[in-house]
């Protein structure tokens, strides 16, 4: 009994850490994908504007898609967070 005891009270108490370590993890990995998505971005304006300049017609509309993309992408760390504050204001 002792046994169970133990093993109930050591992952009541582990589950915290792990919680916290896990939601540390989430939050890294998001910054690294948001990194990766304007690094991605980025590229794909550069590669619109060659279209551009090789004349091609479909040029503008790749160039607007990556504007547009690159913006979305920087604008998911404003976006995360007023939904956090809002979360934690109706808690």
Do not use: H, W, Y
Request: hydrophobic content about 50%; glycine content about 12%.
């Amino acid at each position: 009994m002792k046994k169970v005891s133990l093993i109930t009270t050591l992952f009541l108490v582990s589950s915290n850490v792990l919680a916290a370590s896990l939601k540390g993890t989430a939050d890294a990995l998001g910054q690294e994908a948001i990194k990766v998505g304007i690094a991605l971005g980025v590229f794909a304006i550069v590669r619109a504007g060659i279209a551009i300049a090789q004349g091609k017609p479909d040029g503008g509309e790749q160039m607007t898609k990556a504007i547009f993309g690159t913006g979305c992408i920087m604008l998911v760390v404003t976006i995360i967070s007023t939904l956090k504050t809002i979360t934690q204001q109706g808690a």
